[in-house]
């Protein structure tokens, strides 16, 4: 910027009574400010000028009450105003009840549900039903968007004011003891002294991730406002995952004219921004929560973001048979010949089919012994289990029995449907009911680790070995799963560059894309969220990814680069079982996916796990998460 001084001194002499500056006068201070604002300059080089000028530390402080009044009148978008305007309304605002939300009565944000999410926690009612995923997720979803609240009333808040902040906010609150009961568990001593450490380790977590949403977002303001693009002030709502959110934000988008920037200054159109909220929650739109703030000429700025407390979070879950959908799907896409594409999905199917006999034959390995303990001497049976029969070690059978026939004095709520009768009943009847409750094909809810317990080890006092007989059936499970991959990769897909792919491990790359969310790296050549820089992030507990750490971590340019070099662990080189440390028998595998750098070496880049969350003879279920490795150069962008 060229400055003419002479005019710059010129214009303001002519406005003072004797001609020359008195920059310890408050109101020729006032009057330079105009001057330097009809020649052009920006607000923060005025600043930086009258500071330089000024002998005190703080020209604004130095006013007087009267004078800074007149200046927010005659200057109402200086930032001096602003921050005057915002002490005042903080001094006027009420102070916020503990356990509710700051926005509990904005009618275009979200506020009541997240309210009822706070009160109801995480379980469906007749009324509210949360979004997916777990009471951990939805705390994190809800408060790191209220963080941005807290840091408005007080800037100044360090991580572990805010932590504390939040701590005493949700303490309460059903959601909260959901997270962490400080009213039955709070430590004696150390760190945590007093409070409840497994929520107030989630509340550091959060406090790092809110602060993070709010810091990028106002930087994102004030770089809109200073190309602009936006004005400030902005109003800005933080949106939890909920269908009613969604239609929140739909509300708000659709009420304001726009346009519509990512916190790096790229427009997104408003029917595609619509249609991506609608999205929200995977596909084109993964994210869980998102932030809107919208200036007084309804010109707004949007960030989504994918919420997680720690890198080390599950990133996606799905099962074998929904991958097998996905997979047959992904073939159909492919350019393959319809007879290869046939040929493929039918191994797939054929996998699917096996597999699916697996699970029916795990199922009958613990409900077939089930079935014949309840018709046989139970008398017998329940001496064995209280005298600990047969058991050694600290593995006995007798201290699950209580636990797994009563809750709170009464008959255990999964064994109720299936006693006779009125009662008071008996041990004896009780112990019958369990035995058929666990025997059911068709049971309605799944038994608890104590039942597991008492079902396995009062099977094995009478001859039954379900844990080896499961461990047996798992890893024949676990290797139809093997054979399918590797049956698909003798055939192949030819890729974009020439390159051909193995039709296995292209299945498995596109799988791996899709979860981890990986396809953000092909920018405005991809779809969806990628499509705008800055539109959408990965929060885990304040740790940033988009797409720029995703191609540096992974050593990628884009996704066609990330399926070139990616390769599937294979047992002993790369995959691992998963052995019950007691029983010894498999219950599952941990598959570690890799990407080939150029030179070819081979890096870890994210687990998939495949084991039951119901036990040994439940079902597969499949996690995805970030190997160690690719968390550590998240946080320090150093790839191993």
Known sequence: MIVNWDLILNDLSVRLKDGTPDFKNEQHIIKLWDVLKEHKWPVEARVELIKSLTITEDWWSDMTSSQQNQYIKDHPKSQKAIDAKKEKEKEDKPKREVGTMSDKDDELSDGDIKQKGLEIGYKETDDFKPAPGNAGSMLAEIMTGEVGSFLEDNPDMSDEELAKEIYEH??????????????????????????????????????????????????????????????????????????????????????????FYTKDGVEVPKDVLVDLIKKSGGGENPSDTSSIAIDESGRGVVTFHSDKLTTADIQANSTPNKESEQAKELVDSTDVSDDDKKKAKSVIEDGQKKLAEKEEQLKEAANKPAKELSNGDLDQILDDIKSDKGITGKATVSSHLNKSLMS????????????????????????????????????????????????????????????????????????????????????????????????????????????????VVDGEKGKGVGKYKGLFNLNMGGTIVEADELKNCLNVKDSNDFITHFDVGTPGDGETEIINPKTKQ????????YAITKGGERVPIAVKTQRSKQGESGKLSTTYQWHKDTQDCFKTGKRK
């Open 170 to 259: 949700v303490k309460d609150t059903t959601l909260g003891k959901q997270n962490g009961d400080h009213t039955k568990k709070t430590n004696k001593s150390g760190k945590y002294e007093g409070v409840n450490q497994d929520l107030m380790k989630k509340c550091e977590s959060i406090a790092k991730a809110g602060r993070e949403k709010h810091t990028r977002l106002n930087a994102g303001v004030d770089k809109l406002d200073k190309d602009g693009k936006i004005s400030k002030p902005v109003k800005t709502r933080n949106f939890y995952g909920h269908q009613t959110s969604i239609k929140k934000q739909v509300e708000l988008i659709e009420k304001n004219d726009g346009p």
């Open 408 to 519: 709170r004095g009464k008959p255990h709520p999964s064994i109720t449907p299936y006693l006779k009768g009125e009662g008071p009943h008996s041990e004896k009847e009780m112990l019958k009911a369990f035995y058929e409750f666990a025997g059911d094909d068709n049971k309605k809810s799944e038994l608890t680790g104590s039942q597991l317990k008492l079902l396995y080890r009062s099977a094995k006092q009478n001859g039954y070995d379900i844990s080896e007989t499961l461990g047996k059936i798992r890893e024949e499970s676990l290797q139809v799963q093997r054979e399918t991959h590797a049956e698909l990769n003798k055939q192949s897909v030819t890729l974009p560059n020439g390159e051909k792919k193995p039709m296995g491990d292209y299945i498995e790359s596109k799988n791996v894309l899709d979860k981890l969310h990986i396809g």
């Open 586 to 593: 498999v219950t599952g595998r941990n598959i570690h996916v």
